[in-house]
């Protein structure tokens, strides 16, 4: 096997790093979806830069604003965003998975309208899919649309909506024939979040963030040109854009690991703890070692993925052995930068005695997030058991 980067590929490299050098400060902290509003204002302001280069939405066709980019050139993208902690959660769903799958099943129209806005960063996207009664069983979910003319008539809640209280549009899956079977009655729609009859009502996680919402749908009223693929084709969709945000999810999640290994090398080789530098620290080595050999290993198990999509090879099993792998490195770094920074690693980074501005301290209480978010650890084993290695559903 090759792991090298075509001469074109690792200039490309170069560039961006240098760019993400020169835009994105050196004492960022990095913050998933950029919560508060003035890092939210921020990473506003970094995603539309980004746009202005045309790297917004590398994979995508050049004609919706995308660069044409391979899997590999994705990857290497993906690879220094993560490391960089580039401040792109106000698109991250709508790159990642959204426009894929409006790509995949939009009419030529649907393209047109919201496929360069998102490349362009002007357009905040959010997923409407998990309900307070349908989370890993998505499929059971309740939200109705009843058809009524040449429109449709929505109405239920969704809950852990990433961002809906900043987002302009959202997918949205909602029953359309409750009479059929529960994966074969669902639609997808795409919704104008400023469409009359929406309610978002603020859920704050337990670092103290609003970042989460649940969502209200009360005879909320779109055109039939809203729904994606047709009526009832709506599982379909939502199983491939699971694919395409587990893959996205995982793709910068490795470097960022990486870079959370990195920091905390730096620190322990500049700390001495009664006289003693945290490096000559056995317990201290082992664990910087053995979270070493893992990113290389979630490394490599991306680039498989990666080469499998290349070769348009199907690959659920691979992904959801590197969506569960990767996602549960971030915890164990997370987990690494805590017991090795002690009392300090707790305190946030606006406290006097907080280490590596807090990053652990946030790190630790995030983390866990990705382990669930996108379907959790469970459930990607039994897609390991049942698709990897055809057992037979429990
Ligand atoms: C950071 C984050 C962001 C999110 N953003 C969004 C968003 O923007 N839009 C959206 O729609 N949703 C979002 N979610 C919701 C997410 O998709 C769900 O939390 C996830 O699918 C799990 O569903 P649940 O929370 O209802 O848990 P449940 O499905 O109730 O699961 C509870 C526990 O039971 C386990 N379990 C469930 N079923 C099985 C099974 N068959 N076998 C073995 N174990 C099982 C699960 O692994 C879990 O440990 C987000 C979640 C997180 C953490």
Redesign the pocket.
Known sequence: MDFRFSPEEEAFRQELRVWLKDNVPADWEGT??EEDDETWRFGRTFVKKLAQKGWAAPSWPREYGGMDASPALQLLYNEEIGYHRAPIGSIV?AVGYIGPSILSFGTEEQKQQHLPPIAAGEIVW?????????????ASLQTRAVRDGDDYVINGD???????HRSDWCILLARTDPEARKHRGISFFLVDMKTPGINVQPIV?MAGVH??NQVFFEDVRVPSSALLGQENQGWYIAAMTLDFERSSLVAAGVSMAKRGLDDLVGYCRETRVDGESLLDNPLVRHKLAEIAIETEVGKYMVYRVVSQQARKEPGSTEAAVCKLYNTEIAVRVANAGIQILGLHGQLHGDSKGARLRGSFAKSYL?A????????????Q??IIAMRGLALPR?
């Open positions: 998933f979806l769903q959010c997923q409407g899919f998990s309900e307070p009664g349908s989370g890993s069983d998505l969704k809950i852990w909506t990433s961002n809906a996680n970042s989460f995030y866990i997030a990705m382990v669930v978010g996108g379907g959790s650890s469970e459930i084993r039994n429990a």
